[in-house]
């Protein structure tokens, strides 16, 4: 394989070293679980949590004259992906064993693809920002290809003071594996990498995208070199489980490599494992050490095929993407670049803002999103998925607001009473007298009445300010709650001559 | 010796369904010769007396009540290969010691569903690998044939001996057995019985322990052409659990046996006359080509030139699969384990325990094709070579020819221990000459008795035939049968 540098060196991603800069140069490979029912090859269940070996079937356990029959749904999974990746879909791909031995690989080998995969080239366009100046940096990031493949059970070491366990519940589930090309250059441009796959992924509906219950995970290459330089020799980071850990881990593994090279030495070509609580990476073999796979194509298996209507009747029923929701949003809302860049982020609070704007004003609906309820959910450590205030509600309060039945200001109260107690915004409106009256010449007249009928009190408050609130009381009995208490208030002082 | 285990499945039938006979007297029947011959054949090594004699019971109520299916109170054996739920599934391994499986084969499935009754498991090759049955972890199966005059024992060939051999004996009315590269068609033509390997994918492999996927594929040993006609169609069946099974009508077998060859093309491959192949097995071939010409069919010569390469592609290709296929016989779920300090040492513990030395010799055969390095040169040669041996049967069929006549195997049966072969496992190997073509192109492959050696032994010629035309296959063999009749050895046990 010829790799080619699609990227100019850019000197705000360098890393100045001893010896002058360094540009770091990184690859994922992302394994993403395939949300589906059933395994890969076997009908037993995927679901998270269950007991050890709960869900394994003969063919995950690898019984003796056991065969593997492919799952149609995981199929289609990544024919979704490959789509939702722009990438090329190849209508016929293979099923290769790769053979190595392990307590947790029941089969003594796993099925993946190796030289023909079902998805082959495409890209991801991340968004790296905003800077100083708010601005975000598109640059589009190369897919080299995307395989299916089983995963492997789990050994567990702390369970018996000289054994090891087993679990197979995870033994054949499906899992994508998708490989990037070399193009990312910063820690920064790897988590937004990762971050908009796994947003893409979720658009799908192919996978959850949950990396503490491992249903993503990352191998991150790294090498550093020269601006412009050839390509330097990289180390992989094995199976990191997050996105910031992602982040550290090629900030510790770049800083490492420059170090051994300006010291004069050479970099070893290894898999490295990323110790989360030291914050380091550590060697965990040698290329040496590497497997021989010995691939060869899964006799049990015949070549993956399927026809271009396969694929149509697929992609005619794809999810809008975020990179298309957000040009929609920006075109057609009318929304800034900012505020859609946030909203699709995640496609929970898209689905969020997309119910609540639904015939409504979205350039507000947006605003109350982003600056309410994501800074109320934010505040309190909540995410999208587990507010208070659902989508209805927060586009009740915009009725409200648009109907001028509440000022904006009452409208932040009405937020704050909603995310507390719950109920319709309009019925808490209308029984706790939040309406603002409009008409001020109605209001006018009940002050001037109140006032004309009880000149002892009027005397009274002249000399007492504060009982101005006995009046208040009245104008607000006589207009049967209606009037904006504010309104009335000052009114009611203005009438009486007292200042605030 | 009861005259009841003379009777073929088609003849047993007949007399069951005449109310004659019932399946609880045939099969216990067989259970007795089973007892008094199993000592010196070593065909069997489980028999499920109990289980044979209530699946008797059941049959015969099913008769008795007009439900009998197609093999209705049949008593047949079942290779050690094919997985029976709670009974002995061993590959005839040490490596599966104590293994009973919790589920059951297709192909058996399908043999139980239409009524017949398992005697037992059968001796073979250890997981198939073998042409002499001599590899078995249960020692070796004695072929119920013998020079005349002499008492030495030969093999029954392999790695179907134990089916083969009980086929022969009457030990069984007909044998499930499998065929990689002429497991089923060599044995056959050692032991005077007819044996059918059919197209890759018209049975089921699902419960079957895997030798070669590619290769491997389920067929019966009985005792004359109909019998392996009528066991096929109830082996046979598409399955969802296979993926590679084919989905396709089975036809009625037996409806093309004594059919005629009337104007049937049968081609005479020139690449068949081996270097140093005995005249005895070239004139037992031209007596075939008489026959067939007799009966009417046309005989054409053919070439298939990439023949010669056919076996050395194949000792590629099947040990390639096998290494990886037998790599779940790791110690840790089932069958054998052997402690070690770790992990590592657990698994060449019990590997080096559990496999024979032919077994540990494919398995390192097959490791070292498929190594990095030498993959190119080996294994994707190999299926380069397997696709021009497919198209050089493709071309002839294209052609116009039906079947293909050759003989079965080069030699008859050799001596337990011969030791020319123990000596040079490629000796063993060339047993395959004249059957791996079939396994390596997917083709149906029978072969039939057609005469004896000069010492006295059965010989067989095998018929090749088009994808899924299986039954031409049975129609040319019951040809051969016919004009050579049946042939049973002499009871000396």
């Not at chain 1, 076997?42 to 998270?48: L, V, Y």
């Not at chain 2, 104590?98 to 192909?107: A, H, L, Q």
């Not at chain 2, 094709?369 to 021009?388: E, F, I, N, P």
Request: aromatic share 8%; glycine share 8%.
């Amino acid at each position: 394989m010829t790799i080619v540098d699609t990227r100019t060196p850019d000197p705000k991603r360098f890393i100045p070293g001893a010896t002058g800069d360094w540009e770091v140069v990184i690859g994922m490979e992302v394994h993403a679980q395939v949300t589906s029912k059933s395994k890969l090859f076997s009908g037993a269940s995927t679901e998270f949590g269950k007991a050890p070996n709960a869900n394994v079937s003969l063919v995950d356990a690898a019984m003796p004259g056991m065969l593997p029959v492919i799952n149609e749904e995981c199929v289609k999974q990544a024919v979704r992906t490959g789509l939702g990746l722009k990438a090329q879909i190849n209508k016929r791909s293979i099923f290769d064993r790769k053979n190595y031995f392990y307590p947790d690989l029941p089969q003594g080998y796993q099925i993946s693809q190796f030289k023909d995969p079902i998805v082959g080239e495409g890209k991801i366009v991340i968004s790296v920002g905003p800077d100083r100046k708010g601005e975000f940096e598109d640059i589009e990031i190369g897919i080299e290809r995307l395989h299916l493949e089983q995963d492997a059970g789990k050994s567990m070491h702390d369970q018996h003071p000289t054994m090891s366990y087993v679990d197979l519940n995870r033994s054949g589930v499906a899992l994508m594996e998708i490989v990037s090309k070399p193009d990312l250059r910063s820690s920064d441009e790897a988590k937004a990498y990762l971050t908009k796959l796994r947003t893409i992924l979720r658009y799908l509906g192919t996978c959850d995208g949950n990396m503490d219950e491992g249903s993503m995970r990352a191998d991150v290459n790294v090498s550093v070199r020269k601006p412009g330089g050839d390509f330097g020799t990289r180390c992989e980071i094995k199976n990191v489980n997050s996105i910031r850990f992602v982040g550290q881990s090629i900030e510790y593994e770049a800083r490492r490599q420059i170090a051994i090279l300006e010291e004069g030495g050479s970099i070893d070509q290894e898999t490295r494992l990323f110790d989360p609580g030291k914050g380091e990476t550590r060697s965990m073999r040698s290329k040496e050490d590497a497997h021989d796979y010995r691939y060869f194509p899964d006799p049990d298996l015949l070549p993956l095929e399927f026809d271009d209507a396969f694929i149509e009747e697929l992609a005619a029923h794809l999810p809008e993407l975020p990179d298309d929701k957000k040009a929609r949003l920006i075109e057609t809302v009318g929304l800034s670049v900012y505020d859609a860049s946030i909203l699709v982020s995640d496609k929970a609070i898209a689905d969020y803002f997309e119910r609540a704007a639904k015939g409504r004003d979205g350039k507000l609906v947006a605003n109350w999103v982003i600056n309410d309820l994501l800074g109320a959910l934010n505040k309190a450590g909540q995410s999208i998925e587990e507010t208070p205030v659902s989508p209805d509600q927060l586009g009740g309060i915009v009725d409200l607001i648009k109907a001028e039945v509440i000022s904006g200001k009452i409208a932040k109260d009405l937020f704050e009473i909603v995310w507390n107690e719950g109920g319709d915004p309009a019925a808490i409106v209308e029984e706790r007298g939040m309406k603002q009256v409009t008409d001020t010449g109605a209001i006018e007249k009940a002050v001037d009445e109140i006032i004309a009928a009880n000149p002892d009190q009027v005397e009274k408050a002249k000399a007492k300010p504060s009982l101005a609130g006995w009046f208040v009381g009245q104008v607000m009995k006589a207009t049967g709650g209606k009037a904006n208490p504010q309104a009335v208030n000052a009114l009611v002082k203005a009438k009486l001559g007292l200042e605030d | 010796m009861s005259e009841l285990t003379r009777l073929t499945i088609a003849e047993a039938r007949e007399k069951m369904r005449a109310r004659d006979l019932s399946s609880v007297e045939l099969t216990d029947a067989y259970l007795s010769a089973i007892d008094a011959a199993n000592p010196s054949i070593n065909a069997y090594v489980t028999v499920t007396a109990d289980k044979a004699r209530a699946m008797a019971k059941r049959s015969d109520e099913r008769m008795a009540s007009g439900e009998a299916g197609a093999l209705e109170g049949i008593p047949l054996g079942i290779k050690d290969l094919f997985a029976t739920e709670g009974v002995h599934t061993q590959a005839c391994s040490h490596i599966l010691n104590s293994f009973e499986p919790r589920y059951e084969s297709t192909v058996t499935s399908n043999l139980w569903n239409d009524g017949a009754v398992m005697l037992g498991k059968l001796n073979m090759d250890e997981f198939a690998m073998g042409s002499s049955n001599e590899t078995s972890y249960y020692g070796p199966v004695v072929n119920p044939w013998r020079v005349e005059g002499s008492n030495k024992s030969l093999v029954p060939g392999g790695s179907s001996g134990g089916s083969a051999a009980a086929v022969a004996a009457e030990l069984c009315a007909g044998a499930t057995a499998t065929d990689t590269g002429g497991s089923i068609r060599q044995p056959a033509a050692f032991t005077g019985t007819v044996g059918i390997k059919p197209t890759y994918g018209r049975c089921s492999r699902f419960g079957i322990v895997a030798f070669a996927s590619s290769l491997d594929q389920a067929g019966p040993i009985a005792r004359d052409v109909r019998d392996a006609a009528i066991m096929l169609r109830s082996m046979a069946s598409t399955d969802a659990k296979d993926t590679t099974s084919v989905d396709r009508a089975v036809p009625d077998y037996e409806a093309a046996v004594g059919r005629s060859v009337k104007g049937l093309k049968i081609g005479i491959p020139k690449e068949y006359r081996v270097d140093g192949m005995p005249g005895e097995i070239d004139a037992l071939w031209q007596q075939g080509i008489d026959w067939l010409k007799e009966a009417g069919a046309e005989i054409v010569e053919i070439s298939l030139p990439h023949t010669k390469y056919a076996l050395p592609a194949y000792y590629i290709v099947a040990p390639a699969e096998a290494s990886s296929n037998l790599a779940r016989y790791d110690g840790v779920r089932y069958g054998l384990r052997q402690q070690g300090r770790d992990i590592l040492e657990m698994y060449e513990k019990t590997r080096a325990e559990g496999f024979g030395e032919e077994v540990q010799r494919r398995i390192m055969i097959g490791t070292y094709v498929l190594s990095a390095g030498y993959y190119d040169a080996y294994y994707l040669k190999a299926q380069k070579v397997r696709t021009l041996i497919k198209r050089d049967f493709e071309t002839v069929f294209a052609d116009g020819v039906d079947a293909i006549l050759t003989p079965a195997t080069p030699s008859a049966a050799f001596e337990i221990g011969d030791a020319e072969m123990a000596a040079d496992p490629v000796k063993m190997y060339l047993n395959d000459i004249f059957t791996v073509t079939v396994n390596m192109a997917g083709l149906p492959g029978i072969a039939v008795p057609a005469g004896t050696s000069t010492d006295g032994l059965p010989l067989g010629l095998q018929l090749i035939g088009r994808p899924f035309d299986e039954e031409t296959l049975f129609a040319a063999a019951s040809v051969v049968e016919k004009a050579a009749g049946r042939f049973t050895p002499k009871r000396w046990w």
